[in-house]
């Protein structure tokens, strides 16, 4: 933890806000960068910052995470309220600490409780239309408007800096994705990672969306076939487990279109989520195997690498 991170958010939040700060602690999870619990006379709040040494950009950007937020603190999504934002390098902003569990059912610990399990990941797809609602005409730092080719082109970039060895059969699923790329539907603001290890809920109502790192204006059934990957463990061999009476991503869409919009046809979306996954994960296990993250516990990855390119594949044969 860098120091001179604490000291400035320590003096910010005395001298905007009159807090003392008691206890500045990292938490752990996530991968935007560094996250922070701080304690103060006046409440909890959590603090984002860029670590020493990197450039606020991509996954780093935290003024970027912190003007979406401010953005929907007045829209009917769920979101921490930002406090306090400090553009100085490394930049740094501070949110409200929402009590809730995030936790993914189907991957990780502790297990939820199947039918808690089941109803959240139900309340997430009927909340999705409000997000995908929110007029984003004049959000800042929107960037160009992804269509479904510009989302395949930029996960192929991901697949293709893991070794082919690593995503076997990567190559075919992308082939496979690029002959038949569906037109876009009208443009909304997609939060990117939308699924329950990413949303804090209190019993079966979200209470927050956190983590908006790759958030963007693009097609919702990305959105949709992304958060339909996590419906079935049995995505996931030997990383993950199957949760009775989760819903199915056919389920999570029905309960989406009861309010959002008609999407139709989703074969080819959750062949691309599969796809994003493996890329993901390849690129979590090359970075092991390197010795850039040492983890273990990624060398249990290549069956469930495997097995999403293999059902990604199967989707789009059937169809």
């Known amino acids: 933890m860098s120091d001179a991170l604490r000291q400035r958010v320590t003096a910010r939040l005395k001298e905007r ?42 996954r780093h950007d935290m003024m970027r995470q912190a003007s979406i937020l401010a953005a929907l603190a007045d829209t009917d999504v769920p979101v921490p309220a930002v406090l306090e934002i400090d553009s100085t390098e490394p930049a740094w902003f501070a949110m409200s600490l929402v009590a809730g569990e995030s936790l993914e059912p189907v991957l990780d610990d502790p297990a939820v409780e199947p039918s808690l399990a089941a109803a959240r990941m139900r309340r997430a797809a009927e909340i999705l239309p409000r997000l995908h609602a929110v007029d984003h005409s004049g959000l800042p730092d929107a960037g160009e408007v992804l269509s479904p080719a ?17 995503v076997g059969g990567g190559e075919d699923l992308l082939v496979a994705l690029s002959a038949d790329v569906p037109e876009p539907l009208t443009p909304v603001l997609v939060h990117g990672d939308y699924r329950l290890g990413n949303i804090l809920s209190e019993g079966t109502e979200p209470a927050a969306l956190i983590d908006w790192e790759i958030w963007s204006i693009g097609d919702p059934r990305v959105e949709l076939g992304w ?20 819903p199915t991503a ?15 046809d989703m074969t080819w979306f959750d062949a ?19 010795g850039r993250h040492h983890d273990p516990e990624q060398e249990k990855l290549p069956e469930t690498i495997a097995r999403l390119i293999e059902r990604g594949r199967a989707l789009l044969a059937a169809h």
């Open 150 to 166: 510009d989302e395949l082109a930029r996960w192929a970039r991901t697949l293709h800096a893991v070794p082919p060895e690593l």
């Open 250 to 264: 056919d389920e999570l869409v029905a309960a989406y279109a009861q309010t959002g919009p008609d999407v139709g």
């Open 17 to 58: 806000r009159g807090l003392t700060v008691s206890v500045f602690e990292t938490l752990p999870g996530g991968h935007s960068g560094l996250t922070f619990r701080v304690a103060t006379d006046g409440g909890d709040f959590v603090v984002k910052a860029v670590p020493d040494g990197q450039k606020s950009i991509g």
């Open 272 to 290: 691309l989520g599969r796809m994003k996954m493996a890329a993901i994960m390849g690129h979590n296990l090359r970075r092991h195997r390197e």
């Open 227 to 246: 958060f339909g990957v996590f419906a079935d463990g049995t995505n996931f061999p030997g990383v993950g487990r199957t949760v009775a009476g989760l």
